[in-house]
């Protein structure tokens, strides 16, 4: 009796994960890996999958009321439906928050994201170089919400981040859109990859397998 049950428990146990893994679920708050990590000398792949995989970084715009000083605001984001992820960080943020406050000034935004988040980065530290991390630099900007841009870019972000949909209607949450001019990023020993946006942007998802 005691064995049927350890089998049946295992099955459950196996089971459950089957099922979270195809419907996306999560573990301890992380979300489950939809894409196997690459190699980190596939620069514009890892990137794309570090920027896919992720759901959210921390967003830094200028600060006028602090004379001009980086402010830095954790943000959830989505770069596109699970599996098609287009690299580009689209976010949804109320104009109470001074970090759209301050985008509407300046647009001027960086946003970096860390692959601790993932859980895959094992023991080591955040700030190891095998801890991939990277930082796109550019300009944020709001979509006009009656744009086919703007509803896709919320439909992605209502798939990763549910919670989103119920939020209070009259904070005027917008969709935001970070157009990259730069991408920095650190996934190994050896200083930052070369890495341009054009070879960031045209590396597509489908890469990946191929490449691992």
Not at 78 to 96: A, H, Q, R, V, W
Not at 158 to 176: I, L, R
Request: a neutral charge; hydrophobic letters at 40%.
């Amino acid at each position: 009796m005691d064995l049927f049950m350890i089998r049946n428990g295992k099955s459950a146990v196996n089971l459950m994960c089957f099922v979270l893994v195809i419907f996306g679920g999560s573990v301890n708050g992380r979300r489950l890996l939809s894409q196997a990590r690459p190699k980190p000398s596939n620069a514009a792949p890892f990137a794309r999958w570090l920027v896919s995989e992720s759901s959210w970084g921390v967003l830094s715009t200028i600060a006028d009321d602090l004379g001009g000083a980086p402010f830095g605001n954790v943000v959830s984001f989505s770069d596109g439906l699970p599996k098609e992820g287009s690299g580009i960080p689209y976010f949804y943020l109320t104009s109470l928050d001074p970090t759209a406050q301050y985008a509407m000034k300046d647009h001027r935004s960086s946003f970096t994201i860390s692959e601790y988040q993932l859980g895959t980065c094992g023991k080591v530290d955040p700030e190891n170089p095998t801890c991939a991390k990277i930082t796109l630099t550019g300009k944020l900007n709001l979509l006009d919400a009656k744009s086919e841009e703007a509803v896709t870019a919320k439909k992605s972000l209502f798939a990763k981040h549910a919670e989103m949909e119920g939020w209070p209607e009259d904070h005027s949450f917008q969709v935001y859109k970070l157009d990259i001019k730069d991408i920095f990023m650190i996934n190994f020993y050896g200083g930052p990859k070369p890495l341009t946006v054009d070879q960031y942007l045209h590396s597509g998802l489908n890469e990946l397998t191929a490449l691992m």
